[in-house]
């Protein structure tokens, strides 16, 4: 008897995956809950866990290929002995060609749309070649319709898309010396996401710096007594994120998104904090961060650090972030301009604290010093209120009672 292996459901809004790693191979004995494979989604990163025990006699989904939540990935054989491999791959091979030569066009054709593609261009009233697919071998996938929609393509534009330039070939001496990698979905998602909002959003950054020092000092006197009560390291980013939450009580419009031509405002404050991790940048959130107090911030952010660099974020820990911060100053970023998160309307971007002379009542001192930039969607919020929104979190945080004291 055959166990199927399924692709289990990925998520809210997340259609499809693709077959990173298969951890093992045709024939070999696996036990009940040990890792089959990974997929990874636009999101994260999924392990698919074996059903029961037996050896795995069938692979249908190999590395690299696009699969649907229920998709079939391969077979387990439940007590059967290990079948040589190049036996129980050739049953496999007649079987995905009976069963994909339809699904898969021949070579040099274009893959049809996703399925969620697909609805969403017949509901556009477009076709799929006025639409850039991102996909495997040119497939649209839900995210490339969104973008197009977003950028004014409709039934009657013109159905020829821009494409890249090819690339020149490297000369004899330096083609041995370079290595070509396939991008990994997340890092595709990134790059298409952050242009994008380049594209969709009339993005511009506003800059002020914080002095650092009533932060540093607090943070000295009480670090010791709020690990020991609250279990946590006290740093800044509780600081921060408290010091937004405030701002965007003050200027909601940068809390907002646009969805076509209405506004939403957000009533609630999911905080995304950017986070580095070896296969590209992660933006899991802290929800409902305008409720929780430092400690409680601190902790969360601290639980979502660990499953990022672990690989074990959860679809519901990277959904339904309002607003952004990107901390360029834990690698010594002393400046820069992030971009937008999109369909967010702001994000700050803190950098590395540097001493520098500034001056205090008229007299020149040494004071710890950090840059903030916010970039901003300007389609909805205005200068003024992105200048605001910044000096409010510098007020906070050079005077950290206001933030107790919910000033």
């Not at 330096?174 to 997340?186: F, G």
Request: hydrophobic content about 40%; some cysteine; glycine content about 10%.
């Amino acid at each position: 008897m055959a166990t199927e292996i399924r692709v289990p459901t990925l998520g809210e809004s997340v259609s499809e995956a693709t077959v990173g790693t298969w951890f093992k191979k045709v024939g070999d004995a696996i036990k009940v809950d040990e890792p089959l494979c990974e997929l990874e989604t636009d999101k994260v990163t999924i392990e698919v866990p074996a059903p029961v025990s037996g050896v795995l006699s069938e692979i249908t989904a190999n590395d690299g290929e696009t699969v649907e939540p229920g998709g079939l990935l391969g077979q387990i054989a439940e007590g059967a002995a290990a079948p040589a491999a190049g036996a129980a791959e050739k049953p496999a091979a007649a079987e995905a060609g009976q069963t994909t030569a339809e699904a898969k066009p021949a070579a040099g054709s274009t893959m049809p749309p996703a399925p969620a593609a697909a609805k969403m261009l017949a509901e556009n009233n477009l076709s799929a070649d006025q639409v850039d697919g991102s996909g495997k071998r040119g497939q649209v996938l839900k995210g490339d319709v969104i973008a197009a929609v977003a950028k004014g393509i409709t039934a009657s534009a013109a159905a020829e898309p821009a494409k890249a330039a090819a690339r020149a070939p490297s000369s004899e001496a330096d083609a041995p010396r370079e290595e070509r990698v396939k991008m990994t979905r997340l890092r595709q998602t990134i790059a298409r996401r952050l242009k994008d909002a380049q594209n969709t959003a009339a993005m511009l950054t506003t800059y002020n710096e914080v002095d650092m020092k009533a932060v540093m000092d607090l943070r000295t006197r009480y670090k010791d007594l709020f690990e020991k009560k609250h279990g946590v390291k006290l740093g800044f980013m509780g600081f921060f994120t408290k010091a937004i939450t405030h701002a965007l009580k003050e200027l909601p419009a940068v809390n907002a998104e646009i969805d076509g031509t209405d506004i939403i405002y957000k009533n609630y404050c999911h905080i995304g904090v950017a986070v580095g991790t070896d296969k590209g940048l992660v933006v899991p959130v802290v929800r409902d961060a305008d409720q929780m107090g430092i400690a409680e911030i601190e902790k969360e952010i601290g639980r979502l650090g660990r499953a990022a660099r672990d690989g074990e974020l959860s679809m519901a820990d990277m959904q339904g972030g309002t607003f952004t911060i990107s901390n360029g100053g834990v690698y010594g970023s002393l400046m820069s301009s992030p971009i937008l998160n999109a369909p967010q309307s702001g994000i700050l971007g803190m950098h590395k604290i540097q001493e520098r002379p500034v001056v205090v009542g008229g007299q020149i001192v040494i004071r710890p010093m950090m840059y903030l930039a916010l970039s901003y969607d300007h389609r909805i919020v205005d200068g003024k209120e992105a200048v605001t929104f910044l000096v409010r979190v510098k007020e906070s945080l050079e005077d950290p009672e206001r933030l107790v004291l919910d000033l």
